[in-house]
């Protein structure tokens, strides 16, 4: 969820929500899910900014001991309602994340997903979770691609920005990270949106297939997880709507 500023974004609160609502298996959760998977590192996770809170729940499936936190009393609530519902309890607490240096523990790998754009100075949060991660423990990152496909959906959640690669990459290593890995990912999505200025992509189809617990909608659903299961999560794209990287300190 939101990453810097105290004030919470409705609308993103509201569309996570949404999508939970809609979708217990949400297509885009369920793939990153699996790929942040892939490449977590130890025992002791931090989901940071983890919104209704699906990508935490699959970490606890998993084995993995995570903490889980948001700048939403909302989507904290929302997150605890759900994980005890499925049989888990574990530390998911509001926290304001650019004080993230407050929690008194470090981690083996950092979960940042959808999280950077929400931070006016992204800069100073990279460092502080920098400071919170272990010798030699990973960060796992996604974030909008493509500066040029800014527009009014992104400053209706609260993004600050899109990023180019080249940036990202500037802006992590500045904080002292080594890139195992930087890549587009939904190459799907950045086709749809590059051929219909995102109006199709954002407002129509995209939604729906996302909340709608229809039987078409869902249907979708289904297919897009398992091609974005099957061929996003191994195919290193040219283009991506996301850019996605793994990192090392």
Known sequence: MIAGPPSVNKRLEEHLIGISKGHKRDFRWESLGKLVRKYARGRRVLDVGCGT??????????????????????LVQFTRRMLLDRGFETDVRVLNLMEIERLSRKFDTIICLDVFEHVKDDILF???????????????????????????????I????????????????????????????????FFVVATTSGKLFHRGVYDQIRYSADILPKAVNTLLRYYFETVENNVKFPVGLTLFAVCEK
Do not use: C, M
Request: no cysteine; aromatic share 10%.
């Open 53 to 74: 809170g699906h990508i935490t729940l699959g970490l606890l499936k998993a084995g993995y001991e995570v903490t889980a936190i948001d700048t939403s009393t909302e």
């Open 126 to 156: 990279i460092e502080g979770l920098s400071k919170v991660l272990e010798p030699k423990g990973r960060i796992i990152v996604s974030a909008p691609a493509f500066r040029s496909l800014y527009g009014p959906r992104d400053r209706q």
């Open 158 to 189: 609260g993004h600050f920005r899109r990023y180019e690669k080249t940036e990202l990459s500037q802006k992590l290593t500045q904080a002292s990270l080594s890139i195992l890995q930087l890549r587009y990912w939904n190459f799907l999505g």
